[in-house]
């Protein structure tokens, strides 16, 4: 079947719409000289890789093809076996455990999305509670629960087939068959690179409004290193042969990157991708006074290099951040983006520490020391 031709409509659904029920506790995910190598091979694919992952945050794990990202992200949920190390989720030990009885508690979601086709969407989310003895009547709260958390009608939607989504749907539902016995870990191995960019980019932002709701441990894998800046609250980034050239925030490693091999992987531009972790809303803006604002507006939580697109695309005119009921909060302007760049320059050369600076302004909307 042409699953193109049977797509639905995208919407306007996102991930984070309902759901009241707080999710259990997350849990801490360490890896310790972790290693994989493969018969026959002369070098190993995972070398003695080591971090860790706080409860509740999400980690990527990112880097060039060869690197080994996904082999990472498979011993941890064991589909293929540790060479050396011990790798522990809340403490314990996942090489103690029954390997089928710890994947049916960590989430799990691929690009292909892998719901099966021969069941409704509804099937599809109940498939680990149904594994794990769950009574029927609590199965079917469980899966209409998960739809609203992701935006999907459950009246519509549980009784539908996969290939009567869209792929953006199909992404959503399989998120939610992931969440569905409410894992302390989820493991998303390129979730979003099947996705056109524009849907791709809503999903990203509908999973980060997800996340603040479930807080779950997260693993994330991607060969973006946009994507990776965007997603996670730390990244770990491969070199060839699964080395770990670094382990930060990604704030830290823009600025601080730790090797040559680290800054050319980042970007010669890493210090506009820099401008994509502050928000409108963070910043000190430039006082109207007086002055008529033009078309060009943002709200507060837009990011300061979405902003500075917008401002260089039209002609340097003055952006207005502007609240809900569109009244000018101030104006930001491409003097006060070179003097945030030029402030947390400084910052970090007299701290260290990585953090940005608040942009200063006087009376009249200059920028100051």
């Known amino acids: ?220 894998v991607t060969h973006d290193i946009d994507e990776a800046i965007k997603m996670g609250d730390r990244i770990a980034i491969l070199r060839e042969g699964g080395h770990l050239a670094q382990y930060d925030t990604p704030r830290e490693i823009l600025i601080h990157p730790a090797d040559e091999f680290v800054a050319q992987f980042v970007g010669a531009d890493r210090g506009i991708k820099r401008l994509s972790l502050t928000t409108l809303g963070e910043l000190k803006l430039a006082e109207p006074n007086g002055l008529q604002p033009g078309s060009l507006r943002a709200p507060p939580q837009t990011s300061v290099r979405d902003a500075l697109s917008m401002i260089l695309t039209a002609n340097g005119e003055p952006l207005a951040v502007v609240d809900g009921e569109e009244r000018v909060q101030g104006l930001l302007t491409l003097s006060l983006i070179e003097q945030l760049l030029a402030d947390e320059a400084s910052a970090n050369g007299a701290n260290g520490n990585g953090s940005p600076s608040r942009l200063l302004v006087d009376g009249d909307g200059e920028a100051a020391g």
């Open 1 to 220: 079947m042409d699953i193109s031709n049977t797509a639905h409509s995208e919407g306007s659904s996102a991930f984070a719409k309902s759901g009241e029920q707080e999710s259990k506790a997350a849990a801490e995910l360490e890896l310790r000289n972790v290693s994989k190598r493969y018969p026959g091979q002369r070098e190993p694919a995972i070398a003695e890789l080591s971090f860790t992952v706080p409860a509740g945050e999400v980690c990527v794990l990112v880097g060039p093809s060869g690197s080994g990202k996904t082999t990472a992200m498979r011993l941890i949920n064991r589909m293929i076996s540790i060479s050396g190390g011990d790798i522990l989720l809340g403490g314990h030990s996942v090489l103690h455990r029954d390997a089928r009885e710890l994947r049916r508690e960590i989430g799990y979601v691929i690009q292909q999305i892998g719901l099966f086709p021969h069941q409704t969407v509804g099937e599809n989310i109940a498939t680990v509670p149904q594994l794990l003895g769950w009574p029927k009547p609590r199965i079917a709260a469980r899966v209409d629960e998960l739809l609203g958390l992701i935006g999907l009608d459950a009246e519509e939607m549980r009784d539908r087939y996969p290939a009567q989504l869209s792929g953006g749907q199909r992404q959503r539902v399989g998120v939610a068959r992931a969440l569905a016995a409410d894992p302390p870990l989820m493991l998303m191995d390129e979730p979003f690179g099947a996705i056109d960019p524009i849907n791709r980019t809503r999903l990203q932002d509908e999973f980060l409004a997800l996340q603040q709701k479930v807080r779950k441990t997260v693993v994330f």
